[in-house]
RNA sequence: UGCCUGAUAGUAUAAGGGUAGUACGUCAGAUUUUGGUUCUGAAUGUCUUGGUUCGAAUCCAGGUCGGGCAACCA
């Protein structure tokens, strides 16, 4: 019997609700504002808030919080469905704030006339100056009192574009002096002689978000709003605009937002680093964005898994970004195609080998019971990773030595008999023996070897470029260190090997493949491949417990 | 000297008055034609002080520490 896993805060409201009968079913939203891409923190979101819906029936909408044309492109649009759809959710309607702009000022027109609300026109210094600070009580603008007829007007003249930006804004009527700075008379609409994405140049007042997110969920009868911590002082507000508006009463719930080790997430420092040119891109493979992780070769079910398993709760935290990579791996190891590839080759020459055309059967991958073989060319002269030999090796090393033996995986038994090397002592060459019956599946020699290495025949090796990549950040919270975060930035975070050589199979490397290059980690075909030059990403190196067990010493 | 909010192994998350559990990480071992995978085992935790109770991570009171709130951003 399965245990039944337990269910995170917002689950237990779900089910309370259900029970209750407040709800039959119930709607989420996933309420992107398209300024930017998104990152793992929205996918925590996205999993969140879709997962919800499919777990306890009913939808999700997505939703674009388009309320600042300043700021919002097209291009931002479309990449945040492609990420959402590539997560692997659909939505059931696609929908924006700006399709409620008409909507909004009516609610607006109507807390006018309630007196609910007003046309202030202070300066932006001066309604900051008036709201006070958090433990001093703000004062009363001077046009808090005008009539409705009055506000009516001024409203209309400011949609009418009679004022330049920033001359006038409508602000709710509640209480200047409330605990809650969000409650001291917040702005509503304000003029923005902008452009809109959508909406084009119809509009020049622009809800706030505080007008617009809530109303917008009531408008779609979102039961559940989920939304991250620092929107908690606002749902007092949220449920405020609801009341007197009288509208279907959505509610707000708050979750802490998902950091991850050794990288930002905010949009804004994404944005430095990619204006700064710290990365190449929105998309480049280092960065947390859901698009680098897909360009980097992880797969939308270990981001699934991931987010599952570090699961929700309302206390500030950064995930560890092993249990991600661990993720990956696992999810990797299931399906990623077993190819040799050398990035550090040293040459051997077979000395007692005289076969001709020889081919190997290789496994696809080990893992797959009913998975498939392929064909891999050997020969008198092989590459080798530098770093498989050492000429006097420490203890526990495995690998190849002078008079040692290894096993070339999926071929034969060798023994380094001879080491060469140039001038400056460089070692450039190995002679070895093979040992002819001992070749893979078909091993009569008795011979027990610890070590096992990949190869590839340097006759039919194909070359490639590799794209190495660590931690974009030194520090685990780089946010939270002394200084500015780019001093952390890990300058060693890329490592390109602009030729590696690989098995003939790799020829035939497709887009959107996984492959496991044997001993080396799990890499991916980078989108700038061309017809002429394979470039493979590394999504996640394979655990080395031999690496470790070297940094001990 | 305001309001809101949070605190469980290194990290993340359970236990909702009754044995502090799980995952990742760490360490040790077994298996292995990838030093991968798989398997086994171990160490490590309830912020603090009181109170209620047969019994408290859980309820109550005080304290400590962290986060958010003074954008015409979302």
Same mark, same amino acid.
């Given at each position: 019997m399965a245990e039944e896993k337990s269910l995170n805060f917002l689950e237990e409201i779900i089910e309370n609700d259900l029970k209750s009968g407040r709800y039959r079913s119930i709607v989420t939203r996933f309420p992107p504002e398209p300024n930017g891409y998104l990152h793992m923190g929205h996918a925590t979101s996205i999993c969140l808030n879709f997962g919800l819906t499919k777990k306890y029936g009913g939808y999700t909408n997505l939703?674009?919080?388009?309320?600042?044309?300043?700021?919002? /492109?097209?291009? =931002? *649009?479309? $990449?945040? +469905?492609?990420? *959402?759809?590539?997560?692997? =959710? /659909?939505?059931?309607?696609? !929908?924006? @704030? $700006?399709?409620?702009?008409?909507?909004? %000022? !009516?609610? @607006?027109? +109507?807390?006018?006339?309630?007196?609910? @609300? %007003? *046309?202030?026109?202070s300066d932006s210094e001066t309604i900051a100056a008036e709201k006070g600070t958090p433990t001093q009580a703000g004062v009363n603008s001077k046009f808090r009192d005008r009539s409705v007829e009055e506000n009516l007007q001024l409203f209309e003249d400011m949609k009418a574009g009679k004022f330049k930006d920033g001359e006038r804004v409508l602000r709710a009527k509640i209480d200047m002096a409330h605990p809650n700075m969000l409650m001291r008379d917040p702005l509503m609409y304000r003029i923005k002689h902008a452009h809109h994405h959508r909406t084009g140049d119809k509009w020049c007042i622009y809800p706030m978000y505080d007008f617009a997110h809530g109303q917008s969920d009531s408008i779609e009868h979102i039961t559940h709003s989920i939304c991250t911590l620092e929107f908690v002082p606002h749902r007092e507000l949220y449920d405020w605009f609801i009341e007197q508006l009288d509208i279907f009463p959505s509610h707000q719930y708050e979750f802490a937002r998902r950091n991850l080790s050794y990288t930002v997430m905010s949009k804004r420092k994404l944005l430095q680093l990619v204006n700064e040119k710290h990365v190449e891109g929105w998309d480049d493979p280092r960065m947390p964005t859901i698009s680098a992780f897909r360009r980097r070769g992880y797969t939308a079910a270990a981001i699934r898994d991931f987010c599952d398993r570090v699961g929700i709760a309302k206390r500030e935290n950064v995930a560890d970004l092993s249990l991600l990579e661990f993720c990956v791996r696992e999810d990797l190891n299931k399906i990623a195609l077993r190819r040799m590839v050398v990035f550090d080759p040293l040459k051997i020459v077979l000395t007692n080998y005289t076969n001709e055309n020889e081919l190997v059967s290789v496994e696809d991958n080990p893992e797959d019971t009913n998975g498939g073989f392929r064909d891999v060319p050997f020969s008198k002269e092989l590459y080798i990773e530098q770093e498989d030999f050492i000429e006097n090796p420490p203890k526990k090393f495995f690998r190849l030595f002078p008079g040692g033996m290894v096993r070339l995986k999926g071929a034969y038994i060798i023994k380094c008999d001879e080491v060469i090397k140039d001038d400056t002592g460089k070692i450039i060459q190995l002679n070895c023996s093979y040992i002819p019956e001992s070749k893979s599946g078909n091993d009569t020699s008795n011979i027990k070897v610890k070590g096992t290495l990949h190869w590839v025949s340097v006759e039919h090796a194909v070359t490639a470029e590799v794209r190495l990549y660590d931690r974009l950040f030194k520090a685990e919270d780089p946010s939270n260190e002394e200084g500015n975060f780019k001093d952390y930035i890990n300058e060693d975070s890329l490592q390109i090997i602009s030729t590696v050589y690989g098995e003939p199979a790799l020829k035939n490397a497709v887009a959107e493949e996984r492959y496991q290059f044997l001993r080396k980690g799990y890499f991916t075909l980078d989108k700038d491949s061309s017809e002429e030059k394979m470039i493979f990403n590394r999504t996640v190196t394979l655990k080395d417990t031999w690496a470790r067990e070297v940094k001990k010493v």
């Open positions: 939703r674009f919080d388009d309320t600042n044309p300043t700021t919002e /492109e097209t291009e =931002f *649009v479309q $990449s945040i +469905k492609d990420d *959402v759809r590539w997560l692997g =959710f /659909e939505w059931k309607n696609e !929908l924006y @704030a $700006s399709d409620y702009f008409e909507e909004l %000022y !009516l609610f @607006a027109i +109507k807390l006018i006339r309630k007196g609910c @609300a %007003y *046309v202030d026109d």
